[in-house]
């Protein structure tokens, strides 16, 4: 099993950045991809970005180029998620999660942490 725990979710101000953490912990958390994701009201979860332990392979959503940076502390085995330039439509749940690096399905998540960004 891999656990995973998010922090840094918070209320912003549009224009504001913001930067989540997601420390993982259990299995070889090396051999994952771990993900970014997040879930606005009434709306579907969707991809945001996605790193690899090992390689740093980095894939973002087409709204996050540009704006969000996805990092990772090997050491502390903790993927961050830079946020800059946040929206109002930036506001959802952030999720993070993890699948193994031969799998497409990403098999463990955290509890989510709440991001809202005022106008």
């Known amino acids: 099993q891999v656990q995973l725990v998010e922090s840094g979710g918070g209320l912003v101000q549009a224009g504001d950045s913001l930067r989540l953490s997601c420390e993982a912990s259990?299995?070889?958390?090396?051999?994952?991809?771990m993900g970014w994701f997040r879930q606005a009201p009434g709306k579907e979860r969707e991809f945001v970005a996605s790193i690899a332990w090992i390689g740093g392979m980095l894939y973002y959503a087409d709204f996050a180029k540009g704006r969000f940076t996805i990092s990772r502390d090997n050491a502390k085995s903790t993927v961050y998620l830079q946020m800059s330039s946040l929206k109002p439509e930036d506001t959802a749940v952030y999720y993070c999660a993890a699948r193994p690096m031969t799998s497409t399905e990403y098999a463990h998540w955290g509890q989510g942490t709440q991001v809202t960004v005022s106008s």
């Open positions: 259990g299995r070889t958390v090396s051999r994952y991809f």
